[in-house]
């Protein structure tokens, strides 16, 4: 008897916690149940917010493209070494074109990504809420800017196609170069046509170029169309002279006061990234191309430009520059000058993306050719010198002793105008190499140490990345023909030259 209330007991005992158990699943049901109508709002992290302010992301992809395409891997090392400007005098791979693939398939990555945040800020002036003419014209401008070096390095890439991955559009196709200048300068002009419309909204802290200055993005703007223009004028003058005609009398820089520099804090972590690598390389030196015709015709951006290689038995400043991609054995390292202070030794120093002095030898091309720029094509030119002596802070006296010099003075030769606008193109090292691929001013071989024979001329083009032949390749393989030796053979659609290989 006593075992069997014992057993009642049990049983009963084990009914309650069955029906506790219940009771507690059945409540903590309810609880999830409520708590998943506002589980979005209950997850958001205040301190990693999704959208951020337009004038942040215009911030970050200006300094993100000057950090990533001003610095050694994407400047020093490859384009002003193929420009003739700067070479390696230590590690010199890259400079006889022996390139890493992790580095070009960054260099892709990092374009792509900076015009997709530039997007972001492009469509969110376009809603509704959102009144910001100014700021959509400003990331316009700026992503036109990247997305001529992109095509400028690779030639074709995805345009048409391209920044619209949360369509699904993972793997873009290419446009052609001629199809992706259409829409450099169609969405140029959209981009003038919306500062000529007077918009003055404001751009915020995040304009580390200009300062919230819209007036001088609009002259950066029309600036711009005027590089594009003469990038194609020998491939398309009617079109180039459309697009000079179009900027008429909308302003465009006109001294060095309106430079779309980038000017660094100074303090870790945003130094100027030349002199952030000096801190730890002593990889570069002045390439022998530009120092030797400086040196030829009395230039005085010499000492600014270099610093002496070393000084003789009379305490002479000597300057020295290395040939591109030189061989190992044929210079002597502890001699080679080496950039100079203004450019490389300033922590708070600059970041050239576009210069007065460009815009005024692009006008005095525009103007050799007939076109009506407002000047004539000596004027055009004398001021491009100028302003670029200027800007190396040089004054009057310096300035009228070099035009002075018959092989300097205007004459309406071209290939004086062209070797004056690749001077005054120093530190930026892709529109340089840009102009001597349409040029051939100064006229250069390809470097001295290259394992790849059969060329006669530096690069043509950049490699395009391992990364979009594995993951795109059915978009890209048709642009792969003709390439050669990963650098050569096609050709930019503007680069006209003949004799070349």
């Given at each position: 008897m006593n075992n069997l209330k014992f057993k009642n007991k049990i049983i009963m005992s084990m009914k309650k916690l069955?029906?506790?158990?219940?009771?507690?699943?059945?409540?903590?049901?309810?609880?999830?149940?409520?708590?998943?109508?506002?589980?979005?709002?209950?997850?958001?992290?205040?301190?990693?917010?999704?959208?951020?302010?337009?004038?942040?992301i215009l911030a970050y992809a200006l300094r993100y493209y000057a950090d990533n395409f001003f610095n050694a891997w994407q400047?020093?090392?490859?384009?002003?070494?193929?420009?003739?400007?700067?070479?390696?005098?230590?590690?010199?791979?890259?400079?006889?074109?022996?390139?890493?693939?992790?580095?070009?398939?960054?260099?892709?990555?990092?374009?792509?990504?900076?015009?997709?945040d530039l997007q972001k800020v492009i469509d969110k002036s376009a809603e509704d809420e959102e009144n910001t003419p100014a700021m959509k014209a400003a990331a316009l401008t700026f992503q036109m800017y990247i997305l001529q070096v992109t095509t400028d390095k690779w030639k074709a890439v995805p345009w048409s196609q391209a920044l619209q991955g949360q369509d699904g559009i993972t793997n873009p196709g290419y446009d052609?170069?001629?199809?992706?200048?259409?829409?450099?300068?169609?969405?140029?002009?959209?981009?003038?046509?919306?500062?000529?419309?007077?918009a003055d909204d404001d751009l915020g802290s995040g304009d580390i170029l200009f300062g919230g200055d819209i007036s001088k993005w609009e002259k950066f703007c029309n600036s711009l169309r005027l590089r594009v223009a003469i990038r194609i004028s020998k491939v398309d003058a009617a079109k180039a002279q459309a697009i000079f005609n179009a900027v008429g009398s909308r302003p465009v820089m006109e001294d060095n006061s309106d430079n779309a520099y980038l000017w660094w804090p100074g303090a870790a972590p945003y130094k100027e990234p030349f002199q952030?690598?000096?801190?730890?390389?002593?990889?570069?030196?002045?390439?022998n191309t530009l120092i030797d015709y400086l040196i030829e015709y009395n230039d005085p951006r010499l000492p600014v430009m270099a610093h002496p290689g070393y000084f003789d038995e009379n305490e002479n400043p000597v300057y020295l520059g290395i040939a591109a991609g030189a061989l190992d054995g044929t210079f002597d390292m502890s001699k080679i000058s080496r950039i100079g202070a203004i450019y490389r030794d300033d922590a708070a120093g600059f970041t050239p993306f576009m210069r007065v002095a460009e815009v005024?030898?692009?006008?005095?091309?525009?103007?050799?050719?007939?076109?009506?720029?407002?000047?004539?094509?000596?004027?055009?030119?004398?001021?491009?010198?100028?302003?670029?002596?200027?800007?190396?802070?040089l004054g009057d006296a310096e300035y009228d002793a070099y035009i002075a010099q018959p092989a300097i003075a205007w004459d309406g030769s071209m290939e004086k105008l062209?070797?004056?606008?690749?001077?005054?193109?120093?530190?930026?090292?892709?529109e340089a190499w840009s102009e001597t691929r349409r040029t051939d001013v100064p006229l250069m071989g390809p470097a001295?140490?290259?394992?790849?024979?059969?060329?006669?001329?530096?690069?043509?083009?950049?490699p395009y990345p391992t990364n979009e032949v594995n993951l795109n390749g059915t978009a890209i393989t048709p642009f792969l023909t003709g390439i050669v030796d990963d650098f050569w053979g096609q050709r930019m659609w503007w680069d006209t030259r003949s004799g070349v290989q």
């Open positions: 069955l029906n506790i158990k219940a009771f507690l699943v059945l409540a903590l049901i309810f609880m999830m149940v409520g708590c998943t109508k506002d589980f979005e709002d209950m997850n958001i992290n205040p301190n990693e917010p999704n959208e951020a302010p337009s004038t942040n400047n020093m090392n490859e384009p002003s070494s193929y420009a003739g400007h700067i070479s390696k005098i230590q590690y010199i791979d890259e400079a006889r074109y022996q390139y890493r693939e992790g580095v070009v398939n960054n260099a892709w990555r990092d374009v792509y990504n900076v015009m997709n052609e170069q001629a199809a992706v200048y259409d829409a450099i300068i169609a969405n140029l002009e959209a981009a003038s046509d919306i500062f000529a419309s007077g952030e690598d000096s801190e730890t390389r002593d990889d570069h030196g002045m390439c005024m030898f692009n006008k005095a091309e525009a103007a050799a050719l007939g076109w009506n720029v407002g000047m004539t094509a000596k004027d055009a030119y004398e001021m491009g010198v100028k302003m670029s002596m200027y800007e190396n802070g062209y070797m004056q606008k690749w001077i005054c193109l120093f530190k930026d090292g892709m001295e140490g290259s394992p790849y024979t059969g060329h006669n001329r530096p690069p043509f083009r950049y």
